[in-house]
């Protein structure tokens, strides 16, 4: 009897253990995630400080940030090959809230055949302002697929800004330097492992950036750089 009981014991206490280590091994594994998205928060507000206040931006560019009902942030979009033109990046999305505030960020793939990054160059920072509840909408929880026809609104040359309003405009920097591209092909899909490690709950972006139902106070650094830079 007793080493009947005896080996239950060694059994539960095996079993228990091993729970433990798996526990440890789930806590271990979501704080790197959730680190790994604070790195992509961190750039992004580097991002938007370097490109939207440290640099000189146009009045149709401050025309436009006032419109903007949400901002996507791509702080390190990569170019994959000079061959088939592939490139892709993490972003991050917040929108504009009552009395000019702004949310957290929820976390995006972009995927995209190719929208022009300037030749020779195999990085840079990319930026979608959207200026219109019904596109910010769209973008919700689901892929989101550019229409080939919204390209950039900047550029060096005056030329390339469009007077005709526009749902979407993009705006690429690369080496410092203020680019037009192209977004056919450009998609945008919710990273939805991101989203639950950094705010420790399944939550979507609509829970995030249109119902601000949750804060990591992380983030605030870069919502304080955003309500600046758009709400200047």
Excluded at 108 to 113: D, I, K, P, V
Excluded at 164 to 182: D, I, L, R
Aim: proline share 3%.
């Amino acid at each position: 009897m007793s080493k009947s009981f005896s080996h239950i014991s060694r059994t539960v206490s095996v079993v228990a253990g091993a729970g433990l280590l798996a526990m440890s091994a789930y806590a271990h594994d979501a704080e790197a995630n959730a680190s790994k998205q604070q790195a992509l928060v961190n750039k992004a507000t580097f991002a938007v400080q370097s490109a939207l206040l440290d640099s000189k931006v146009t009045d149709n560019t401050t025309r436009i940030l006032h419109e903007t009902k949400a901002v996507v942030i791509c702080p390190n979009v990569t170019k994959m090959s000079l061959v088939f033109g592939g490139s892709g990046g993490r972003c991050v999305l917040l929108a504009r809230g009552a009395n000019n505030s702004w949310s957290d960020p929820a976390f995006y793939h972009l995927s995209a055949g190719s929208f022009g990054i300037q030749a020779g160059y195999q990085h840079s920072q990319l930026f979608f302002f959207i200026t219109s509840q019904k596109a910010l909408l769209n973008l919700m929880d689901h892929e989101f697929s550019f229409d080939a026809s919204a390209d950039a609104a900047f550029g060096n040359d005056s030329s390339s800004t469009q007077n005709t309003p526009k749902e979407v405009y993009a705006m690429q920097k690369t080496k410092g330097v203020f680019a037009g591209v192209s977004l056919g092909s450009s998609k945008l899909k919710p990273d939805s492992e991101a989203n639950r490690a950094y705010y420790h709950q399944v939550v979507g972006p609509e829970d995030i950036v249109v119902r601000m139902q949750v804060n990591n106070k992380a983030a605030d650094p870069l919502r304080r750089v955003v309500m600046k830079a758009f709400n200047q």
